[in-house]
């Protein structure tokens, strides 16, 4: 994501985004030998070897500052939110290793896109990166995996939640990052008044010989077997040009082939 990018879908739902501007994984998820083995935690190292910003991925508050040498920060989202998988929950985000959390006390609200966390390299770490893990719904409790390594309780796969959305990939952990397309919305049906009738615009198709428009309504918008077909009628140009010609179609019956009406 970008810094200061917000992203609703078209109901009002914040769509979880990756919160850093480059996605270069330096230890992935359940990685063998590594103190991520057992566990659902990625490392996020940005561009290079310096300290990017994280922003948050969706608005949100600081729900604890441990003050360990980890400099651990957890953060609950502050309504349910999309994921990339298409479940829409609440989101805890616990995150290690940034240099300074003094100015993260509890209860500070930051909105979707703000700057937020930032890479470090303080207690367990070797090389600034943020270390990640993210659970579903709010939670600050930490569980230990047979492993000995640490996850939040119900933590999920970041590729579960967060769409890569104008991030960009350097190295991805091997993990299956989506990028969020926002549905194509349909141009609103305006009812057309015709004396004592109300018809919305549909479309037919064009022949030469004429206009075959669906007879009923029960056959879905498919036209049926013997559809009515309107014969020219001298206007034979709009005909051979209009293929996905407009007609009124009376809301609950087909209109006459009278009551048809040209684009
Ligand atoms: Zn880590």
């Known amino acids: 994501m970008l810094k200061g990018q917000k992203l609703k879908t078209i109901g009002g739902v914040e769509v979880a985004l ?3 501007r480059y996605l270069r994984v330096t230890q992935t998820i359940d990685e063998d030998g590594t103190t991520h083995d057992g566990t659902l935690n990625i490392d996020l190292a940005g561009r290079d070897s310096g300290r990017d910003d994280m922003y948050a991925p969706v608005s949100w508050s600081v729900v604890r500052n441990s003050n360990t040498p980890n400099h651990e920060v957890i953060y609950w989202s502050d309504n349910k939110v999309l994921w990339a998988n298409g479940t829409i929950d609440y989101i805890s985000v616990r995150v290690l290793h940034d240099d300074v959390v003094i100015d993260l006390p509890v209860g500070r609200n930051f909105d979707q896109g703000d700057v937020c966390y930032q890479e470090g390299n303080t207690g367990d770490s070797q090389g600034n990166h943020i270390h990640l893990c993210v659970a579903r719904g709010h939670t600050t409790k930490i569980i230990k995996h047979a492993s000995g390594y640490r996850d ?12 890569i959305n104008d991030t960009i990939v350097i190295k991805d952990g091997g993990l299956k990052w989506g990028i969020y397309v926002p549905p194509i919305v349909p141009p609103p049906i305006i009812p057309i008044k015709v004396g004592d009738k109300v018809f919305i615009k549909t479309t037919a198709t064009t022949y030469l010989s004429g ?3 669906p007879q009923s309504r029960k056959k879905g918008g498919v036209f049926a077997k013997n559809p009515y077909t309107i014969k020219q009628d001298g206007d034979t140009d709009r005909y051979k040009k209009n293929n996905g010609y407009w007609l009124l179609k009376e809301i609950n019956s087909w209109v006459k082939k009278t009551e048809v009406e040209r684009k």
């Open 152 to 163: 939040l309780d119900g933590s999920v796969n970041p590729s579960d939640v967060f769409y």
């Open 18 to 20: 990756l919160p850093m």
């Open 211 to 213: 206009v075959k428009i």
